[in-house]
């Protein structure tokens, strides 16, 4: 079965690579890859006891021709490093050898079948993969693909629909709950049986049977079928079983346990799916009338312990929270009811409510126009604005799906490397003071306005960390804690000179990180609160068990002490944490907060943009022969290969006030990547195109000689 998959899907001659954020190519290349990252992801779910893992078909902020994959490993990050390498040697193995490197990698990793071999039998633990797919025309097909593999190798596929790549990030790391980053527990950790419910369902666990994990973990001990699973204090569904009664055509026999082996292809009218009560259409085709709104003034959803009750992740109303939890990690990750697109919105409306309350809602701020790049943003963002709206946030979404080329004169990628307004934007619209543009994704956002004197601006991902690292020191003050924080904003060669001296004098590390959020998330895991962001607008916070801890004890203690002002700070910055998403950078999450923050300072966005002044800058692109031939320090601000090219990048730079430029071979395009910045715009230009002049000349250049920047 795995080879005649393999057979049908041919590999094409171009070599294929997981580069800054995943596979990126032409949608006609990108079968086979599809194909084989279905099958890698059910090793990589087996390889960690069958815990959930996503696959997301898209290419970002790429053009509408391209389509790609990322993969999203158990804990809802990124996929771990060492497997990247593992995915690229699949995907470019002659089609005669796949089986064979699928094998190897499977051996190497621990995630044979149960017989010992890729496919063989029924493997314990089943796998588990989560596929969504962006709104590109080819991605459906693609993502019919993959699931199609995950199905060869008896794993699970989830077809999720269409989502952003933030949302599949976090419905697997609140399906995967805790357990994705308790290394303690034993492995594979499949069932547990406890002394008052046995259960199959690994977030749900309590502390008290992960302390004490069974002795016998044996699958065949459970009862048939295991749907409804009881915790100490609740009752909780499979997330599988959730939304099953709102389906418009709900399978006969919607228990995953009663499903066939090998499983779960469903055919719909649009699309083959598998497990139907995640699709994503009946909350596209009728998005919630009130979505939320009755839950948005309660007090936040409560989760059980054995020992202490607890709040949501947010735990921002946390004063019945005497004992913070001494395994504190466990209690971040949130319920898994909100594992689904509709508990996503949940998690961050309800955030929004507690740091935004109705007293500082102000009912003469104006909207904020979003730009959709027309991509997946859009209809997601129309999912939330009743919501949105009930908490006194008024957005109007603009370049929807179908409302032209999706990336293209429009979005976070144009808006911020040409530093144009997008499509619709052009000028100043009446009403609006303040507009975001995401990428085609959903995980990129940059803010931009017209001024009073009708001059555009762009406030990038620079800007928003700036904003961020200001508000979380300011908080950070008046929450006080008895042992101060490590505090972080990770920033890669592209941000502005002037960003990094702002920060640095909010009193925070900035630490360099390489291109790719993948390298930011790591590097801002060494910190206790960390910002992270690129230029581009990609970016989130951080916060660390440690930190949630010191903040649970803060507002505790402080409301015992009747110091409202503290417990006040304590609150905000555990709302944030639950705001801002922990498993990767999210436009949606960013721009809640950005606009949570402005409305609590009471700012304009004119007043944010004043907090430094951007260093003027210019980032062009360079088609060039072979892009591998450019290699360059770890930290991407120089150039190791070809030689000849840096000696003539620090002259350019020796010749203008305040030069500085770098290139890089693109992780994501098949160009090279120009960046310059100066004391002028004019200079900064000016650099910008000498710097790609010598690369075009040094580096192998394709085409003509670039003669503007
Ligand atoms: C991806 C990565 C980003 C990176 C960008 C450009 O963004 O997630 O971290 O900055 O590519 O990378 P490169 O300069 O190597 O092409 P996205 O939004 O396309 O996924």
């Not at 902020?61 to 996929?79: A, S, T, Y």
């Not at 031939?629 to 203008?656: G, K, N, S, Y």
Request: glycine residues 8%; charged residues 20%; contains cysteine.
């Amino acid at each position: 079965m795995v080879v005649a998959g393999i057979l049908s899907y041919p590999k094409p001659s171009a070599a294929l690579s997981y580069g800054t954020a995943g596979f990126r190519a032409r949608a006609e290349l990108l079968d086979s890859t599809l194909y084989r990252m279905g099958l890698l992801a059910v090793l990589r779910s087996r390889s960690r006891g069958g815990l959930a893992v996503g696959l997301m078909v898209t290419a970002s902020h790429n053009g509408p021709l391209d389509n790609g994959i990322k993969l999203v490993d158990v804990e809802g990050g990124m996929l771990a490093t060492a497997w990247e390498e593992d995915a690229t040697r699949l995907a470019n193995a002659p089609d005669d050898q796949a089986e064979h490197v699928l094998a190897a990698i499977a051996a190497r990793r621990g995630a044979a079948g149960g017989d010992g071999e890729v496919a063989g039998g029924a493997a314990p633990p089943r796998a588990a993969v989560f596929v969504a797919r962006d709104t590109r025309t080819h991605s459906a097909r693609l993502a019919a693909i993959a699931l199609e593999a995950v199905g060869v190798l008896e794993g699970r596929g989830v077809d999720m629909g269409v989502l952003t790549t933030p949302q599949l990030h976090h419905i697997v790391r609140h399906h995967n709950g805790p357990l994705a980053a308790g290394e303690r527990l034993p492995h594979p950790p499949t069932l547990y049986t406890t002394s008052s419910a046995t259960t199959t369902d690994l977030s749900l666990q309590e502390s008290t049977s992960l302390a004490h994990p069974p002795s016998t973990p044996h699958r065949e001990h459970l009862p048939r079928p295991p749907t409804l699973y009881t915790t100490s204090s609740a009752t909780t569904t499979d997330l599988s079983l959730q939304e099953s009664t709102s389906l418009a055509h709900p399978p006969s026999t919607p228990h995953r346990e009663h499903l066939p082996r090998p499983p779960t292809l469903y055919t719909t009218s649009s699309a083959t799916t598998t497990d139907l009560s995640l699709q994503e259409s009946t909350s596209l085709a009728h998005p919630p009338s009130t979505p939320h709104r009755e839950h948005l003034s309660h007090p936040p959803i409560l989760c059980t312990t054995s020992s202490a009750t607890t709040t949501d992740l947010s735990l921002q109303e946390s004063t019945s929270l005497t004992h913070p939890p001494s395994t504190p990690h466990r209690e971040h990750v949130g319920p898994r009811e909100w594992a689904s697109e509709e508990g996503y919105y949940e998690m961050l409306t309800r955030a929004y409510a507690t740091l935004v309350p109705p007293a500082a809602r102000s009912s003469d701020r104006g909207p904020l126009w979003i730009d959709a790049a027309c991509g997946v943003g859009a209809p997601k963002l129309l999912a939330m604005q009743e919501a949105l709206l009930a908490l006194g946030l008024r957005v109007h979404v603009a370049n929807g799906v179908g409302d032209g080329e999706l990336n293209s004169g429009c979005g976070a990628e144009h808006v911020q490397k040409a530093r144009l307004p997008p499509r619709g934007f052009e000028a100043r619209l009446a009403g609006f003071d303040r507009a975001c543009s995401l990428d085609g994704d959903a995980d990129r956002l940059v803010y931009h306005y017209w001024t009073e004197s009708n001059e555009w601006k762009l406030l990038d991902g620079d800007k928003i960390a700036a904003l961020f690292s200001c508000f979380l020191m300011e908080q950070l003050a008046a929450a006080k804690l008895d042992k101060p924080l490590r505090v972080a904003c990770v920033q890669t060669a592209y941000a502005n000179g002037a960003a990094g001296a702002y920060i640095r004098g909010l009193g925070m590390e900035v630490p360099m990180a390489k291109t790719g959020v993948k390298f930011l998330h790591h590097e801002a895991l060494h910190f206790d609160l960390a910002v992270y962001f690129e230029a581009n607008g990609h970016g989130t916070i951080l916060f660390s068990d440690a930190a949630v801890s010191a903040l649970l004890q803060t507002q505790a203690d402080a409301e015992a002490q009747g110091d409202a002002p503290r417990a006040a700070a304590a609150r905000c910055l555990l709302a944030t944490k639950q705001l801002i998403n922990q498993a990767v950078g999210d436009a949606i999450s960013d721009f809640l907060l950005v606009e949570a923050v402005l409305c609590l300072r009471g700012w304009g966005v004119s007043q944010w943009d004043a907090l430094y002044s951007d260093l003027p800058s210019r980032q062009t692109k360079l088609p060039v022969a072979e892009r591998a031939a450019i290699a360059t320090t770890a930290d991407e601000t120089r150039v190791t290969t070809p030689p000849a090219l840096q000696p003539e990048l620090d002259a350019l730079m020796a010749r203008f006030a305040r030069g500085r430029c770098f290139v890089r071979p693109s992780g994501t395009e098949d160009v090279v990547r120009v960046y310059a910045e100066a004391a002028t715009q004019a200079e900064a230009d000016e650099l910008a195109l000498l710097t790609a002049q010598a690369t075009h000349k040094l580096a192998g250049g394709v085409g003509e000689m670039p003669d503007k920047a």
